[in-house]
T-cell receptor, first 111, second 117 residues
Framework: AQSVTQLDSQVPVFEEAPVELRCNYS??????LFWYVQYPNQGLQLLLK??????LVESINGFEAEFNKSQTSFHLRKPSVHISDTAEYFC?????????FGPGTRLSVLP | GAVVSQHPSRVICKSGTSVKIECRSL??????MFWYRQFPKQSLMLMAT?????????EQGVEKDKFLINHASLTLSTLTVTSAHPEDSSFYIC?????????????FGPGTRLTVT
């Protein structure tokens, strides 16, 4: 069965500092990988995704994630965070029509 | 990009009543929609998979008679919480797969906050 692990439930970081949110997955089949962001009382917004091709994917707001097949990881990084990046971040994998979410990581950006 | 809407965004209902939540794909057809439930500070829990024109597939532990799902068209799925109780209070989120995009991303609605008093 497929599973997603996000080891850090909470990540506090100061504004303009770099951040990495970790995501590892377990799967016996090929999967697609996603990062979603959720602001308070809102739905999920797609941040970035890996379907195929280059293993490094980027979002329009400065986040990037790298698919590492050997380590079964898809860590999310940003070199300099803003207060507005404070949110819940979910890593997810999909295979066929199935979708599995990680437990989420609360990123808190401190002034 | 693909847009999914949910209505209502917030609803308060009394214990014992039923409430219907709508999920619409606004600019694409969705043969498959999903319903999730999210408890505070927790991840999304898949409740059921809704396929247009057929019965929904419920996850283990989800009562199909309590959470009625109807996917009557390629752009609309509804979730009806019947005989609601306070423990049904939660954030309900739907998502949709664009047609012929199996394995690709899901497009999520903004969620519906249900409070049962």
């Amino acid at each position: 069965a497929q599973s997603v692990t996000q080891l850090d439930s909470q990540v506090p970081v100061f504004e303009e500092a770099p951040v990495e949110l970790r995501c590892n997955y377990s799967s016996s089949v090929s999967v697609y990988l996603f990062w979603y962001v959720q602001y308070p009382n809102q739905g999920l917004q797609l941040l970035l995704k890996y379907l195929s091709g280059s293993t490094l994917v980027e979002s329009i707001n400065g986040f990037e994630a790298e698919f590492n097949k050997s380590q079964t990881s898809f860590h999310l990084r940003k070199p300099s965070v803003h207060i507005s990046d404070t949110a819940e971040y979910f890593c997810a994998v999909s295979y066929g029509q199935n979708f599995v979410f990680g437990p989420g990581t609360r990123l808190s950006v401190l002034p | 990009g693909a847009v999914v809407s949910q209505h209502p965004s917030r609803v308060i209902c009394k214990s014992g009543t039923s409430v219907k939540i709508e999920c619409r794909s606004l600019d694409f057809q969705a043969t498959t929609m999903f319903w999730y439930r999210q408890f505070p500070k927790q991840s999304l829990m898949l409740m059921a998979t809704s396929n247009e024109g057929s019965k929904a597939t419920y996850e283990q532990g989800v009562e199909k008679d309590k959470f009625l799902i109807n996917h009557a068209s390629l752009t609309l799925s509804t979730l009806t919480v019947t005989s609601a109780h306070p423990e049904d209070s939660s954030f309900y989120i739907c998502s949709a797969l664009a047609r012929d995009q199996v394995g690709a991303e899901q497009y999520f609605g903004p969620g519906t906050r249900l409070t049962v008093t």
